[in-house]
């Protein structure tokens, strides 16, 4: 569990089956974890970031099976029990970075970086449902994440080109960041 987090209080624990990434898990976890809890305190997936904890700034974006955004932090882990996510780490596929990913990079969408992930689980949530999202759909798929380094008009740009790089993007890079 992350350090600046309390730890959820022992309660009824039970075993957690979830799909992360294409991956099963299975993880003790009690009522009061939230699938941010497990996604990073658990599995150690560091790409989702840790924010306000309260479903205001987004950054702990991840998809459910139908590639929809759901915030991880507002999530009971248990209500997710049998359920496929993907999160940040499963976007890339063979070593490659998704073209949304690259998308953002060659349109330079980030600065610090902490809320990037966020926002392209977001991003990536509006191309699953429209893969050309007209300017209001752009808007409102990007309405519930925050950046506090910038506005999204660059970010707004790498979405609406995402489809250039389609089969054409870079190497995914290594390590992590928390
Ligand atoms: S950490 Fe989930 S919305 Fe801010
Ligand atoms: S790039 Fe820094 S918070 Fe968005």
Known sequence: MDAKRETPPAGRSRVL??????????????????????????????????????????????????GEAILSCLTP?????????????????GGRLAPIQQAFVEHHAVQCGYCTPGVIMSAQAILNA???????DINDGLAGVICRCTGHIKVKEAVRNAWRYAGGAGPAPGGSHD
């Open 130 to 136: 429209t893969p050309e999202p007209a300017e209001a």
């Open 77 to 93: 882990a248990l209500e997710w029990d049998g359920e496929s996510i993907t999160t940040i780490e499963g976007l890339e596929s």
């Open 17 to 66: 089956r979830l799909v992360v990434n294409g991956d099963l898990h299975e993880v003790l976890v009690t009522p009061r974890h939230t699938l941010l809890d497990v996604i990073r305190g658990e599995l150690g997936l560091k790409g989702t970031k840790e924010g306000c904890t309260t479903g205001s700034c987004g950054v702990c974006t991840v998809h459910n099976d139908r």
